[in-house]
């Protein structure tokens, strides 16, 4: 007889796979279905406290958001002794059953969901009761239930299904034989014989299926236990298979349901390391796991049980998966803290991999900082996602702006929600692009975000594909033994240099505004506290408020996940997160007030006015006091008494004003009757540092249909209209010449305060914008007359160079680049520097200096950047370059005020006397930055945090120590003892190389 033709028979394939699929469950009797509905959740004590309704399919239990304690009660039948019984259940929405003391044990999740059906089946809807049943069961479960799906999105809310069923696992293990070897026949070479053979087999075993008894079934499988059997030999390519289940700490829902979302999927990752003993998984972001700790404590002893068995990884070396661009240098250093020590603490185990699958770029500062930590590789997989340039490598030595380097892996198949099917492998075999050097790649299987990890259908794929002929072997291992083999090839590998660039969500550096404000504001008041606290111990003052600080400071990294600080969450989340950090602020200022008032006691000031300054140079600037500005002089991270602060400026710097002009001796600024500049020119270089005919301050709207992650690449293309300037107003304000200007934009109002100080060399832009607008970018750029072919941007502990020129695609790709306090355009010997007080999203294109400052768009969340918003921004001209200038110095002064305390305490006994001044750290080099000074974390030495900003080496610098200190020694980010350092006079010599940080323990007497 002929053979069937190959397309024929794939198809009958495929139809007798789905009919396996219907057949695998039956159902027997429906379950009584009962459900208690809140807005927020309730405890498992408080479950039948809610609206009371009685639910049939079809019913609708919920809305949006809304919460409920489900009852499911049944009888099993009779007819169905012997045979193994399941739960279906689905209430369109998640869901969590519990034991009868309310710990989760399996996570449930509607199978009607947005997930891309190609990684795999979202849906978790069976709840296994006996493997063989008697017969007369009583069900009775309670489950707790969110109003969402893995997505954040409304299901309808209504209860789909609830129903006793028979499992035949005959056919559920025929289907996954089908399925598996159906697959891997698509993915082998066409014309091999594998994939006849494997055609042919399943074909037989469709005509064994004709008719679907129990014993065809059998004999279905006898025909393809041989091809599952089918070994590969050795294999050029190793296959580490690693559950995973990246969950999003707030997203399309808020961080509440997030707790929720953690207990449904690791109860449900436990019920199924029961099933296969083989399952390794692994779970990041001692958040999570603290929320477990806190509202699930059964669970997480659940989970402790496991990570000690081996079977589960605690990964990530972070408090939370942070944003790496926005998030501070001490920030970052916190999220490894934090995060190492809650791992160590409470698990015994020390995180050696950074794992960041999902975060939109990432900085050039960070292979240092996790090196200095102990952490040797790192994992993620979004550069995946860039639009016009493909990363050149898988696997590869990540090496940062000092020069560090650390083994870095993205998984080949570019995803961290695998479906762990024939598929994965094949992908993962044919597009690693650095298989010629290496036989490792690592394999992240499971679905997220509530889809509970990995389920049913990953773990029997695997089973089946540990060495099947055809495909690479895969083999479920831990990510750490993984990057053990991989290391084992790292001479073989390529470095990388610099930042690693995510070609895509660069409005995530400018959207949620408010919630950017508030993160450097609490970056700096944490700073501030630390530091104020810091020096009231070391004279012996105590009450350094650690536990308030660890607090406030993890709260403020939660807020940085990458989600959240990127402004591409849920309305709610801002809502509820704005609020936080308003009372995070509040409290902060108030430890803050507290320390230097207990510092100032210390010092003796006695009711006198006390000026601080925790910045590790001298410096000048202006302090209101009794209503009028004084123009002081503070000494380096320290402290003068307000009266001996005051310092005098010559006549000529009191500035000058004039219809469209403000001047003072060191800079001369002219208005262009539309509002912007038309001349900043500088004096003293005797330059002008706007180009000819171009403008500065040029306030623009352009049209932006893009979503909070992404705006049009052609935005510049489609502008939106005039902003028109509809006042000016030009005065001398005391030590300020100022121009008040409003502007109106359709809806919207601009109130801006230019203004130029005495004795300053920076124009500053006070901004008040109450924004209505919608799918608008609000930009203000600035036509520079310097000619760089490359601007220098400050990252976290140094700075980058990067492009002005649009030459490539990779520089065209850029055109949107991350700065924290400023970004510079220099020449030899002029530059010009823009500086901003909370703002994240940059161009630099030619001559021109474009800061991002607003957006408005519609989705995630609707009302986005809806509101009032208070910033800040300055140019300043420069002689020299951006080094020779101290650009890194003038934007931590305009981010960080001097503090005047005026209503200072009583002194203390044995107080030291405030006379004059006193500076308690300093350091000689004007290229090192101290940028930290906190407690330790397990004793009372002074920690303090320095680098080198400008990108050179120093041979020798000295750090003047200005209170008794008996010891000093080199430490990791761990804080961990390292070579001693010797004292002499009170100073301590270092020697740096370029961008180094280093972490220094000081002990005082």
Same mark, same amino acid.
């Given at each position: 007889?002929?053979?069937?033709?190959?397309?024929?028979?794939?198809?009958?394939?495929?139809?007798?796979?789905? $009919?396996?699929?219907?057949?695998?469950?039956?159902?027997?009797?429906?379950?009584?279905?009962?459900?208690?509905?809140?807005?927020?959740?309730?405890?498992?004590?408080?479950?039948?406290?809610?609206?009371?309704?009685?639910?049939?399919?079809?019913?609708?239990?919920?809305?949006?958001?809304?919460?409920?304690?489900?009852?499911?009660?049944? =009888?099993?039948?009779?007819?169905?002794?012997?045979?193994?019984?399941?739960?279906?259940?689905?209430?369109?929405?998640?869901?969590?059953?519990?034991?009868?003391?309310?710990?989760?044990?399996?996570?449930?999740?509607?199978?009607?969901?947005?997930?891309?059906?190609?990684?795999?089946?979202?849906?978790?809807?069976?709840?296994?009761?006996?493997?063989?049943?008697?017969?007369?069961?009583?069900?009775?479960?309670?489950?707790?239930?969110?109003?969402?799906?893995?997505?954040?999105?409304?299901?309808?809310?209504?209860?789909?299904?609830?129903?006793?069923?028979?499992?035949?696992?005959?056919?559920?293990?025929?289907? #996954?034989?089908?399925?598996?070897?159906?697959?891997?026949?698509?993915?082998?070479?066409?014309?091999?014989?594998?994939?006849? $053979?494997?055609?042919? &087999?399943?074909?037989?075993?469709?005509?064994?299926?004709?008719?679907?008894?129990?014993?065809?079934?059998?004999?279905?499988?006898?025909?393809?236990?041989?091809?599952?059997?089918?070994?590969?030999?050795?294999?050029?390519?190793?296959?580490?298979?690693?559950?995973?289940?990246?969950?999003?700490?707030?997203?399309?829902?808020?961080? +509440?349901?997030?707790?929720?979302?953690?207990?449904?999927?690791?109860?449900?990752?436990?019920?199924?390391?029961?099933?296969?003993?083989?399952?390794?998984?692994?779970?990041?972001?001692?958040?999570?796991?603290?929320?477990?700790?806190? !509202?699930?404590?059964?669970?997480?002893?659940?989970?402790?049980?496991?990570?000690?068995?081996?079977?589960?990884?605690?990964?990530?070396?972070?408090?939370?998966?942070?944003?790496?661009?926005?998030?501070?240098?001490?920030?970052?250093?916190?999220?490894?803290?934090?995060?190492?020590?809650?791992?160590?603490?409470?698990?015994?185990?020390?995180?050696?991999?950074?794992?960041?699958?999902?975060?939109?770029?990432?900085?050039?500062?960070?292979?240092?900082?996790?090196?200095?930590?102990?952490?040797?590789?790192?994992?993620?997989?979004?550069?995946?996602?860039?639009?016009?340039?493909?990363?050149?490598?898988?696997?590869?030595?990540?090496?940062?702006?000092?020069?560090?380097?650390?083994?870095?892996?993205?998984?080949?198949?570019?995803?961290?929600?695998?479906?762990?099917?024939?598929?994965?492998?094949?992908?993962?075999?044919?597009?690693?692009?650095?298989?010629?050097?290496?036989? !490792?790649?690592?394999?992240?299987?499971?679905?997220?975000?509530?889809?509970?990890?990995?389920?049913?259908?990953?773990?029997?794929?695997?089973?089946?594909?540990?060495?099947?002929?055809?495909?690479?072997?895969?083999?479920?291992?831990?990510?750490?033994?993984?990057?053990?083999?991989?290391? &084992?090839?790292?001479?073989?590998?390529?470095?990388?240099?610099?930042?690693?660039?995510?070609?895509?969500?660069?409005?995530?550096?400018?959207?949620?505004?408010?919630?950017?404000?508030?993160?450097?504001?609490?970056?700096?008041?944490?700073?501030?506290?630390?530091?104020?606290?810091?020096?009231?111990?070391?004279?012996?003052?105590?009450?350094?408020?650690?536990?308030?600080?660890?607090? =406030?400071?993890?709260?403020?990294?939660?807020?940085?996940?990458?989600?959240?600080?990127?402004?591409?969450?849920?309305?709610?989340?801002?809502?509820?997160?704005?609020?936080?950090?308003?009372?995070?602020?509040?409290?902060?200022?108030?430890?803050?007030?507290?320390?230097?008032?207990?510092?100032?006691?210390?010092?003796?000031?006695?009711?006198?006015?006390?000026?601080?300054?925790?910045?590790?140079?001298?410096?000048?600037?202006?302090?209101?006091?009794?209503?009028?500005?004084?123009?002081?002089?503070?000494?380096?991270?320290?402290?003068?008494?307000?009266?001996?602060?005051?310092?005098?400026?010559?006549?000529?710097?009191?500035?000058?004003?004039?219809?469209?002009?403000?001047?003072?001796?060191?800079?001369?600024?002219?208005?262009?009757?539309?509002?912007?500049?038309?001349?900043?020119?500088?004096?003293?270089?005797? +330059?002008?540092?706007?180009?000819?005919?171009?403008?500065?301050?040029?306030?623009?709207?352009?049209?932006?249909?893009?979503?909070?992650?992404?705006?049009?690449?052609?935005?510049?293309?489609?502008?939106?209209?005039?902003? &028109?300037?509809?006042?000016?107003?030009?005065?001398?304000?005391?030590? +300020?010449?100022?121009?008040?200007?409003? #502007?109106?934009?359709?809806?919207?109002?601009?109130?801006?305060?230019?203004?130029?100080?005495?004795?300053?060399?920076?124009?500053?832009?006070?901004?008040?914008?109450?924004?209505?607008?919608?799918?608008?970018?609000?930009?203000?750029?600035?036509?520079?007359?310097?000619?760089?072919?490359?601007?220098?941007?400050?990252?976290?502990?140094?700075?980058?160079?990067?492009?002005?020129?649009?030459?490539?695609?990779?520089?065209?790709?850029?055109?949107?680049?991350?700065?924290?306090?400023?970004?510079?355009?220099?020449?030899?010997?002029?530059?010009?520097?823009?500086?901003?007080?909370?703002?994240?999203?940059?161009?630099?294109?030619?001559?021109?200096?474009?800061?991002?400052?607003?957006?408005?768009?519609?989705?995630?969340?609707?009302?986005?950047?809806?509101?009032? !918003?208070?910033?800040? #921004?300055?140019?300043?001209? !420069?002689?020299?370059?951006?080094?020779?200038?101290?650009?890194? $110095?003038?934007?931590?002064?305009?981010?960080?005020?001097?503090?005047?305390?005026?209503?200072?305490?009583?002194?203390?006994?044995?107080?030291?006397?405030?006379?004059?001044?006193?500076?308690?750290?300093?350091?000689?080099?004007?290229?090192?930055?101290?940028?930290?000074?906190?407690?330790?974390?397990?004793?009372?030495?002074?920690?303090?945090?320095?680098?080198?900003?400008?990108?050179?080496?120093?041979?020798?610098?000295?750090?003047?120590?200005?209170?008794?200190?008996?010891?000093?020694?080199?430490?990791?980010?761990?804080?961990?003892?390292?070579?001693?350092?010797?004292?002499?006079?009170?100073?301590?010599?270092?020697?740096?190389?370029?961008?180094?940080?280093?972490?220094?323990?000081?002990?005082?007497?």
């Amino acid at each position: 007889m002929p053979q069937e033709t190959v397309p024929v028979m794939l198809e009958r394939i495929k139809h007798t796979k789905e $009919r396996l699929n219907e057949r695998i469950y039956r159902s027997l009797a429906p379950l009584a279905v009962e459900a208690w509905v809140t807005r927020e959740p309730v405890s498992f004590a408080e479950r039948e406290s809610g609206s009371y309704r009685e639910l049939t399919p079809g019913d609708r239990w919920g809305e949006l958001w809304e919460c409920a304690w489900f009852r499911f009660r049944g =009888i099993v039948p009779m007819e169905a002794q012997g045979c193994k019984i399941v739960l279906l259940i689905d209430v369109n929405g998640e869901l969590c059953l519990v034991d009868e003391t309310g710990t989760p044990r399996q996570g449930l999740t509607n199978v009607n969901s947005e997930f891309a059906l190609e990684l795999g089946k979202p849906g978790k809807r069976v709840v296994e009761v006996a493997a063989a049943c008697c017969g007369g069961e009583a069900i009775d479960l309670w489950a707790d239930a969110g109003c969402n799906d893995l997505f954040g999105h409304y299901r309808s809310g209504t209860l789909k299904e609830a129903d006793i069923a028979v499992c035949d696992e005959a056919i559920r293990s025929l289907y #996954y034989d089908f399925e598996v070897l159906l697959e891997l026949a698509e993915q082998v070479p066409e014309r091999s014989s594998r994939r006849a $053979r494997l055609v042919r &087999k399943l074909y037989e075993a469709t005509l064994a299926l004709a008719d679907p008894t129990a014993e065809a079934a059998g004999r279905a499988a006898a025909l393809l236990a041989p091809e599952l059997r089918r070994r590969g030999g050795d294999a050029e390519l190793q296959v580490s298979a690693i559950g995973h289940a990246h969950i999003d700490l707030a997203w399309l829902w808020p961080i +509440r349901e997030t707790i929720r979302k953690g207990a449904r999927t690791f109860s449900t990752v436990l019920r199924n390391m029961e099933k296969y003993p083989e399952y390794v998984f692994g779970a990041s972001q001692p958040q999570l796991y603290q929320w477990m700790k806190e !509202h699930y404590p059964g669970l997480y002893d659940r989970i402790k049980e496991r990570v000690e068995e081996g079977r589960w990884e605690v990964q990530g070396a972070m408090w939370v998966e942070p944003d790496v661009n926005i998030s501070g240098g001490e920030a970052l250093v916190r999220q490894i803290l934090y995060g190492k020590r809650f791992f160590l603490q409470e698990f015994g185990v020390e995180p050696e991999t950074l794992w960041l699958p999902d975060v939109f770029g990432y900085t050039g500062s960070l292979p240092q900082l996790l090196v200095s930590s102990g952490v040797r590789y790192m994992m993620t997989q979004k550069l995946s996602w860039s639009v016009y340039n493909q990363h050149p490598h898988h696997s590869f030595i990540w090496e940062g702006i000092d020069g560090t380097g650390i083994l870095t892996h993205l998984p080949p198949e570019d995803t961290y929600n695998g479906p762990a099917a024939p598929r994965s492998l094949a992908k993962i075999e044919r597009d690693y692009l650095d298989k010629g050097v290496s036989g !490792h790649a690592l394999m992240l299987f499971g679905i997220g975000d509530g889809g509970g990890g990995p389920g049913e259908e990953h773990l029997e794929r695997l089973s089946r594909l540990n060495n099947l002929s055809g495909l690479p072997p895969a083999k479920q291992e831990t990510s750490l033994a993984f990057f053990r083999k991989l290391e &084992k090839e790292a001479p073989l590998l390529e470095r990388y240099r610099g930042e690693l660039y995510l070609e895509k969500h660069q409005g995530t550096l400018t959207t949620q505004a408010r919630s950017k404000r508030y993160n450097r504001l609490m970056e700096l008041a944490l700073r501030e506290t630390e530091f104020a606290a810091s020096l009231a111990l070391a004279h012996g003052g105590g009450g350094y408020p650690g536990e308030e600080l660890e607090r =406030i400071w993890k709260e403020v990294l939660l807020y940085q996940f990458h989600d959240i600080v990127p402004g591409s969450s849920i309305g709610r989340v801002y809502d509820e997160s704005l609020e936080r950090y308003e009372a995070l602020y509040k409290e902060t200022l108030g430890l803050q007030r507290e320390a230097y008032g207990r510092l100032a006691a210390l010092l003796g000031a006695n009711g006198e006015p006390v000026l601080f300054n925790s910045l590790p140079w001298e410096r000048e600037g202006w302090i209101e006091s009794g209503g009028e500005w004084l123009a002081v002089r503070a000494p380096s991270m320290g402290a003068v008494r307000l009266a001996d602060a005051s310092r005098k400026l010559p006549s000529e710097s009191v500035p000058v004003c004039a219809d469209g002009v403000l001047e003072n001796d060191r800079l001369r600024v002219r208005f262009a009757a539309d509002g912007s500049l038309s001349s900043v020119f500088d004096k003293a270089a005797g +330059r002008e540092s706007l180009a000819a005919g171009g403008r500065g301050n040029a306030l623009a709207v352009f049209h932006d249909s893009g979503d909070a992650w992404d705006f049009p690449r052609d935005y510049r293309q489609m502008p939106a209209g005039e902003i &028109k300037l509809e006042q000016a107003e030009f005065r001398v304000e005391g030590h +300020r010449a100022v121009s008040r200007q409003v #502007y109106r934009y359709k809806d919207s109002e601009i109130r801006q305060i230019v203004s130029l100080a005495a004795g300053e060399d920076m124009v500053v832009f006070e901004t008040e914008v109450d924004w209505r607008e919608s799918g608008k970018m609000l930009r203000t750029s600035f036509d520079t007359s310097v000619r760089a072919d490359m601007a220098s941007c400050e990252i976290q502990f140094g700075y980058l160079r990067r492009p002005t020129s649009r030459n490539t695609l990779l520089e065209f790709a850029r055109d949107e680049v991350c700065a924290q306090r400023y970004i510079d355009l220099s020449e030899t010997e002029f530059g010009v520097a823009l500086l901003n007080d909370c703002k994240y999203g940059h161009r630099a294109e030619g001559g021109t200096l474009d800061l991002n400052l607003l957006r408005s768009p519609s989705y995630p969340d609707p009302n986005a950047d809806r509101a009032e !918003h208070r910033f800040k #921004y300055a140019l300043m001209p !420069h002689k020299g370059d951006h080094v020779r200038a101290n650009v890194v $110095r003038r934007g931590y002064e305009f981010n960080i005020p001097l503090v005047a305390l005026h209503d200072t305490p009583a002194s203390l006994p044995g107080a030291t006397n405030a006379a004059g001044s006193r500076s308690w750290l300093s350091i000689d080099s004007p290229s090192l930055i101290i940028d930290s000074v906190k407690k330790a974390e397990d004793g009372d030495e002074l920690v303090l945090r320095i680098y080198e900003s400008a990108g050179s080496p120093v041979a020798r610098a000295r750090l003047s120590i200005g209170f008794p200190c008996a010891d000093a020694w080199a430490s990791t980010i761990m804080e961990e003892r390292g070579e001693a350092l010797s004292i002499a006079d009170g100073c301590v010599e270092l020697e740096f190389r370029p961008f180094e940080v280093k972490t220094i323990a000081l002990r005082c007497r």
